[in-house]
C-alpha cells in the first residue's frame, strides 16, 4: 500500500464548485478501485463517489447530476467534481483506494465547509 495524498478541499460558497484531487504517488500498482466518503459531523461515513479502474463509475443519490467522479489512466488517481454544493455538502472527505491484494486504504480527509 502507498500512502494517499488529497488535495482540492476548502470553503466554498453554496451554489458554488469544487474539484477533490487524490493521487497514490508511491504505489507501482494499479489501483483496482478509487473513491470519495464524507462523513458530517455526528453522521456516518457514506459514499459519494466511487470509480473502478478502466470499469464504470457509481454517483450516490446525494451527488447525482452534481458531482462527477474520474480516474487517470495510472490507475493511481481519483478526482471528483462537484458542482453546485449544497448546505447538505459540507462535510469531512476523504479517498479511498482498494489495492491488487483487496486491503483498503484512506487518506486524512479535507475539509469541505460551504457557506450560505
Known amino acids: 500500500q502507498a500512502q494517499l495524498m488529497e488535495s482540492g478541499g476548502g470553503l466554498v460558497q453554496a451554489g458554488g464548485s469544487l474539484n477533490l484531487s487524490c493521487v497514490a504517488p508511491g504505489s507501482i500498482f494499479t489501483i483496482n478501485q478509487m473513491g470519495w466518503y464524507r462523513q458530517a459531523p455526528g453522521k456516518q461515513r457514506e459514499l459519494v463517489a466511487d470509480s473502478i479502474h478502466e470499469g464504470g463509475t457509481n454517483i450516490a443519490d446525494s451527488g447525482q447530476g452534481r458531482f462527477t467522479i474520474s480516474g487517470d489512466k495510472t490507475g493511481r488517481a481519483v478526482y471528483l467534481q462537484m458542482n453546485t454544493l449544497q448546505p447538505e455538502d459540507p462535510a469531512v472527505y476523504y479517498c479511498?483506494?482498494?489495492?491488487?491484494?483487496?486491503?483498503?486504504?484512506w487518506g486524512q480527509g479535507l475539509q469541505v465547509p460551504v457557506s450560505s
Open positions: 479511498t483506494a482498494r489495492w491488487p491484494d483487496s486491503s483498503d486504504s
